[in-house]
């Protein structure tokens, strides 16, 4: 009995594990649909827009700050904004934190993470 519930629990982990590239095509496929302009999709790693009003009001960042640096990100944010506020202006949500991001073939990158929001802070 004991072997048999070790067996279901490898086998519900094994089916529950994330293939690394598929994650990296998720991840490519959303910063093309909020950034279809290729410039605008340099140095990003993860773009996780959250849906609010019918357009993504806010959204997660993890970017390259070898390759780009956080104010043309904030740039980037402002413009993907502009046609839904009126404004040209991004706010960051929290501040900038420096994480370890997971390349598809399973090496570490230095990276920075911010949430940005198309709405500025309430006071």
């Known amino acids: 009995m004991k072997h048999l519930l070790l067996g279901l629990a490898v086998a519900s982990l094994a089916a529950c594990s994330v293939d690394p590239q598929q994650a990296a095509d998720r991840r490519q496929a959303l910063i093309q649909h909020v950034f ?13 827009p959250i849906e609010s009003f019918g357009y993504y009001n806010n959204m997660e960042i993890i970017f390259f700050p070898d390759e780009v640096s956080q ?30 991001a997971t390349l598809a073939d399973g090496s570490k990158r230095p990276a920075t993470q911010v949430w940005f929001s198309c709405k500025p802070p309430k006071s």
């Open 36 to 48: 279809p302009n290729p410039a605008d999709q340099r140095g990003l790693h993860l773009v996780f």
């Open 71 to 100: 104010n043309a990100v904030s740039q980037r944010v402002a413009r993907y904004c502009a046609p839904h506020t009126g404004t040209t202006k991004a706010y960051t949500k929290r501040p900038a934190q420096s994480i370890s």
